[in-house]
């Protein structure tokens, strides 16, 4: 099984709550602990043996710590290949034990930028010394062990237990993976803050970090896997009730919320489709949006998504149980609003109070390419051209605006016809844009005829 026993370790954590975890067992196994900074002085503090870096190299820690475990007597016991002779001898020759753990996370950078540290501060938490070790141990996974997450401490703990302080090599280089993911994730983070300073938009290499969040039952179809990832630490929106999501509940809520974050703040209501807006109102009223929205084309609402850009009362709680929508999405829920919603089976509710677009650029993954450009956050300014004889009223101009700003988020070819501050029919993906004409009319006369008088219509290229 190629189990390799633990003799010595070294630990350099910036989180030092769970090391009472790790602890007891590296003592009942008689592991050497080497530590530096902070870790030394807690695991003292806890009556552990530990032998202090400094003291163990000789070499002081200098530069205000930014020099600590960056010396050959570290990095050699943790890279000497075990077996070879050469190694041996030179390892011999300059006095040098092996280390076989290391336990070691990184300096937060990612929570100071998330919490808006200045930049020169920002820079001390870049972390090199850490990567270094980490990278080291895992490259070296045959003849060591690294444990770069607090999370994984209690699986070290029950590997150790079951292999009498020793590791498999099935453990070394599974938790190897885990480690260099974590130094490439960490090296993404920096690289494109640098590169959003700089507002340099394409760099030549680019990397995509992503942290995961839960694996979900399947991915667009039951025979495909599937998992969600998070670029920020602030997913902002929150499951308050109900089943867990699918990949097809998460691509439509992203869709509903893309949508909703261009609408006037506490205006607006969106019922999604497979990623396409069925229906769209701004209209100030809730009930009255949520109707709008809804008579636009009912039939494809069913089992849809809605999102509703303010706080539901219980009074719209009450017509939106008419209908069977499989999420529902708000800004927030009134106490009696979610005991009328809770009465549904099936149902999610999800909370984006705190929901914000904060990436700018769009990917596309195309197998071994992906495609990259700007988010689409510009919209028409008032110094439209009007070439037409007929000059458009105010509200019709309003409207234009509004059905042009809908079609940003329907699929090519896109019609989209509005009356107002709602759509009345809407004509999403086809190959022709004449047949997304056809559904988007025929949409309006099926559902709502009486709005065709004065509507407007809007393409996201020319008309047929």
């Known amino acids: ?22 602890l007891p067992i590296l003592k009942k196994f008689k592991i050497e602990i080497i530590s530096s900074g902070g870790s030394y002085k807690k695991i003292n503090s806890m009556n552990y043996n530990c032998t202090e870096v400094s003291n163990y190299t000789g070499f002081s820690e200098m530069l205000d710590g930014r020099v600590k475990t960056l010396h050959p007597k570290i990095h050699a016991g943790i890279l000497n290949i075990r077996k070879n002779t050469k190694h041996k001898k030179e390892l011999k020759k300059q006095n040098i034990k092996n280390i076989d753990l290391v336990i070691v996370d990184l300096y937060p950078f990612e929570k100071q930028f998330n919490e808006k540290t200045k930049s020169k501060k920002l820079i001390e938490y870049i972390d090199i010394g850490g990567p270094a070790l980490i990278r080291a141990a895992a490259k070296n996974f045959n003849d060591v062990t690294v444990i770069s997450n607090i999370d994984d401490y209690s699986k070290l703990v029950k590997e150790l237990k079951i292999n009498k302080g020793s590791t498999s090599i099935k453990f070394r280089k599974f938790m190897s993976a885990k480690a260099f993911g974590l130094t490439a994730y960490y090296d993404s983070v920096i690289s494109n803050w640098l590169n959003n300073q ?20 399947y991915g667009e179809n039951p025979h495909q896997q599937g998992s ?34 261009t609408l006037k703040k506490n205006v607006g209501t969106v019922i999604i489709k497979h990623s396409n807006p069925c229906g769209v109102s701004a209209e100030k009223n809730q009930i009255k949006s949520f109707k709008n929205a809804l008579m636009c084309d009912p039939i ?20 939106l149980n008419k209908i ?35 990436e700018k650029k769009h990917y596309l993954f195309l197998g071994n390419l992906f495609l990259a450009q700007d988010y689409n956050n510009i919209f028409l300014n008032n110094k439209l051209k009007i070439v037409t004889r007929k000059k458009p009223s105010l509200n019709q101009l309003n409207a234009l605006k509004f059905a042009l700003n809908i079609c940003k988020f329907v699929k090519s070819n896109a019609i989209v016809l509005a009356n ?45």
């Not at 099984?1 to 790790?22: F, G, Q």
């Not at 999501?245 to 974050?261: K, T, V």
């Not at 988007?440 to 996201?460: G, H, M, R, T, Y």
Request: proline share 2%; with cysteine.
């Open 324 to 358: 069977f929508f499989e999420v529902i999405i708000s800004k927030g829920f009134k106490k009696n609003a979610l005991k009328v919603l809770k009465k549904r089976k099936n149902i999610r509710l999800i909370d984006c109070s705190k929901f914000s677009l904060v």
């Open 300 to 319: 494809s609402a069913f089992g849809g998504i809605v999102a509703v850009n303010s706080v539901i009362s219980k009074k719209l709680a009450l017509e």
């Open 228 to 261: 969600l990832y998070k670029t920020t630490n602030n997913l902002g929106i929150k499951k308050i009730y109900g089943k867990s999501l699918s990949y097809n509940n998460y691509h439509d809520i992203y869709s509903a919320l893309s949508i909703l974050n």
């Open 1 to 22: 099984m190629n189990t390799k026993k633990i003799k010595r370790a070294i630990i350099s954590v910036s989180d030092k709550s769970n090391l009472k975890l790790i």
């Open 420 to 464: 107002g501050k709602s759509t009345i029919g809407i004509g999403a993906g086809q190959p022709s844009r004449l047949d997304s004409c056809k559904i988007a009319s025929s949409k309006a006369l099926q559902f709502v005829p009486e709005k065709i008088k004065n509507c407007v219509a809007a393409s996201d290229a020319f008309f047929p």
């Open 198 to 217: 700089l507002d340099i938009k394409f760099p030549e290499k680019k990397t995509i970090h992503g942290k995961l969040i839960e694996k979900l039952r």
